[in-house]
């Protein structure tokens, strides 16, 4: 690993010790600055090959006799050289594109963005709805993966012309860009010179759902409706879902190694999930439950308090590992700062998922029956977005004796309040 990188470098603490132990007669390097950045490690090499009586240092450049006072003379001139050209020539870089960003210029070659034409300032309007509908979907809680299977079934192509892919639909979605600000090394730093798509405050609710760990699977969609939301009541574990030979879906208290559940529970998923879906279309329908959803409010305060407590903690997180990178701190010292900073991420990200949950019952608000009729139609993973808002969990009894079809006095849900 080159010394321009400015990382730790194993294999070089390594080669220190080798020649500490005298099992090297000479060191060969393309040049001298990819040995050294820093005159203190310099000085540091010179006083091992010292105490080791090594003086042969040979790179293509020219020979170094380490041996000389010349010869070190010219080393540390030389490093001295390098490491000012590499500084100067990174902090010009750095400092361009900083300016760029905080004037919102655009900044890139390469593919034109998707919802925008090639000079990358211009919206096309075709492309744009498609992503402002993509926005609204998945902050109602449909997954990544059902916007994607949808658009592949319309026809809707990425830039590139290949169908959308989780991981491209994502870092969209995610993108400052769309919501017309301007990013620099993954931060937004402002307002950019291009219109935007989606408004800010749905970018930031994006960058807050998709950014958690937890979505950052590329699984199919889940066929159970109502899987780790039903329990057994005889010991309590969450039932899975698991067929019969003949493909009957059912959800089971499993027993068996590596598994928690007593075996003594067992129901049919399709009338369970029927039975769950009418209690739950019945809940939203409630008034109570319409004022209650409507009474929370969107309190852009809180809002903008949680996606700034998110950033920071993202930060604070960065900050930590660069000061790992550079040996600042011990993984101890990082790890023990770093699980509270965690912790608080969590809790910021968990709220504002809340709010997505709101997002996934406001349209139906009062309008059971309108849900109701579209109920099927609706992509699982909203399904289940709609019922979990409302349903805690189902709690599921035991089976009376010699009744052989589905009992609902054996199921109880347990609502959110
Ligand atoms: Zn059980």
């Keep these: 690993m080159s010394a321009y990188s400015g990382r730790h470098r194993p294999r070089y603490r390594q080669l220190l010790a080798d020649i500490k132990e005298g099992q090297v007669d000479a060191v060969v390097v393309w040049h001298l600055d990819r040995l050294h950045r820093q005159p203190k490690e310099l000085e540091e090499f010179f006083e091992v090959v010292d105490a080791a009586g090594l003086t042969e240092l040979a790179s293509v450049t020219g020979d170094t006799d380490l041996g000389t006072h010349d010869g070190r003379f010219m080393a540390r001139i030389m490093g001295a050289v390098s490491r000012k050209e590499s500084d100067d020539k990174s902090r010009r870089l750095r400092r361009k594109h900083l300016e760029l960003a905080q004037a919102g210029k655009v900044s890139g070659g390469g593919t034109r963005p998707f919802g925008y034409e090639a000079d990358r300032l211009t919206i096309r309007p075709s492309e744009a709805r498609i992503l402002s509908e993509a926005a609204t979907r998945v902050l109602a809680g449909e997954t990544l993966r059902s916007v994607c299977v949808d658009l592949e079934e319309r026809g ?106 007593c075996g003594s529970t067992t129901i049919v998923a399709d009338e369970l999930e029927a039975l769950v879906v009418a209690g739950v279309l019945h809940r939203l329908d409630t008034p109570d439950l319409a004022a209650t959803l409507r009474g929370e409010p969107a309190d852009d305060h809180e809002d903008a308090a949680v996606e700034n407590t998110i950033r920071t903690a993202e930060a604070q997180l960065d900050e930590l590992a660069d000061a790992y990178a550079q040996r600042r701190i011990t993984m101890r010292e990082w790890i023990k700062a770093r699980d509270g900073i965690e912790r608080t991420l969590t809790d910021a990200r968990r709220q504002v998922n809340r709010r997505s949950g709101l997002a996934a019952v406001e349209p139906w608000l009062g309008q059971a029956n309108l849900l109701r009729s579209q109920w099927a139609d609706l992509p699982l993973s909203r399904q289940r977005a709609i019922v979990a808002y409302v349903l805690d969990r189902v709690t599921i009894g035991p089976a009376r004796r010699g009744l052989n079809r589905f009992d609902p006095a054996r199921v109880t849900p347990t609502w959110k309040a």
């Design 156 to 261: 809707v192509h990425s830039v590139t012309g290949r169908t959308w892919a989780v991981t491209v639909l994502r870092t969209t979605l995610m993108s400052g860009r769309i919501s017309g600000r301007r990013e620099h090394q993954g931060e937004i730093v402002g307002p950019a010179e291009w219109p935007a798509i989606i408004s800010p405050e749905q970018s930031d609710r994006l960058r807050a759902l998709l950014g958690e760990p937890t979505r950052r699977t590329t699984r199919s969609a889940r066929r159970y409706l109502l899987a780790s939301m039903v329990y057994c009541h005889r010991c309590g574990e969450k039932l899975v879902s698991r067929p019969r030979a003949d493909g009957r879906r059912r959800y089971v208290c499993a027993k068996g190694p590596g598994l928690a559940g």
